[in-house]
């Protein structure tokens, strides 16, 4: 999958952003199918995003609790 060197994105969204441009592409059986791709490839997105920013949070909660302790 192609990256250009300027970009400042991580690899995952550049790799969905390739496949939603491929099916977008790609001749498709019917339009219900490539629907369905499409909303199946965003609703994955979605969900590591959403987790990605459990994460974050969960992460950041870690790191202030020690401070109150010591404060």
Known sequence: ???TGTSNHPQQPTDTYTR???LLRAPAPSRE???DQVY???L???SRA???GWTDALTEARRA???RRSS
């Open 1 to 3: 999958m192609a990256t």
């Open 20 to 22: 939603l441009a491929h």
């Open 33 to 35: 199918a490539l629907l």
């Open 40 to 42: 199946e490839e965003l």
């Open 44 to 46: 994955t997105r979605e």
């Open 50 to 52: 959403y987790a990605a």
């Open 65 to 67: 609790r020690p401070g």
